[in-house]
């Protein structure tokens, strides 16, 4: 973990409401949080605490929330639509509890199809997932459907597309909640090791704290707060 730079997240007075009727429902009630570069933190909480709300507002995904949110030191207030579609696309990886993999490309194609977005040539593109999977264990998998693989092995496959274009965040949302739990340490420990290796930053939800004590700070929030 690095010390050096700004915040790679910068989250301040963070809000987000819904109402139902005639009753308003706070979900995160001014939540202030930074990520440092390198830096892998873990977001802990019980179901219903606000983590998925937050790692979606912190993702850009929906609108209607409070406060600022700075990524690489911009504010995403101030971006219009497009402009919040290239700083997912170009600062953050993504990796979900369920993997949401395309199932009629391959391992390596899940992890090449992003990199294409951005521009780059595909013979790097190809390289670069290739190599990617191979170091999560996958080297024997490449050309495999998701229908293939294991549940294990398709999230390594999403950890592989979520760090495919160097992203400097990535947010992952209950991502071996899914497994069982030795494959859930296993996977776990391949996609610390990856983000580390990688130099990206992360925040990770999740509700299990022998999980949350392997990296490098646990936040902990609780009733839309963080405490």
Do not use: C, W
């Amino acid at each position: 973990m690095s010390d050096a730079g700004a915040p790679v997240l910068d989250v301040r007075g963070l809000t987000r409401s819904f109402t139902q009727g005639d009753v308003t429902i706070e979900v995160l009630r001014g939540v202030d949080l930074s990520v440092g570069p390198g830096e892998i933190v873990a977001l802990l909480g019980p179901s219903g605490s606000g983590k998925s709300t937050l790692l979606q507002a912190v993702g850009l995904l929906e609108g209607g929330f409070g406060g600022s949110i700075r990524i690489g030191g911009v504010e995403a207030a101030g971006l219009d639509q497009q402009g919040r579609t290239e700083m997912r696309r170009d600062k953050l990886g993504f990796v979900y509890q369920f993997h949401h993999l395309l199932p009629d490309f391959s391992a390596t194609e899940n992890v090449v199809l992003p990199q294409l977005i951005r521009d780059r040539p595909p013979a790097e593109a190809q390289a670069r997932a290739e190599r990617l999977l191979t170091s999560l264990g996958l080297g024997a998998r490449l050309t495999h459907r998701p229908n293939q693989l294991s549940g294990g092995e398709q999230q390594r496959v999403a950890v592989a597309r979520a760090l495919a274009n160097k992203p400097a965040l990535v947010l992952a949302d209950e991502p071996t909640g899914n497994l069982d739990e030795g494959t859930a340490n296993v996977v776990l420990q391949e996609f610390l090791r990856l983000v580390r290796e990688e130099g990206s930053a992360a925040l990770i939800a999740t509700h299990n704290e022998r999980l949350a004590a392997q990296m490098d700070r646990v936040l902990r929030l609780h009733e839309g707060k963080l405490g």
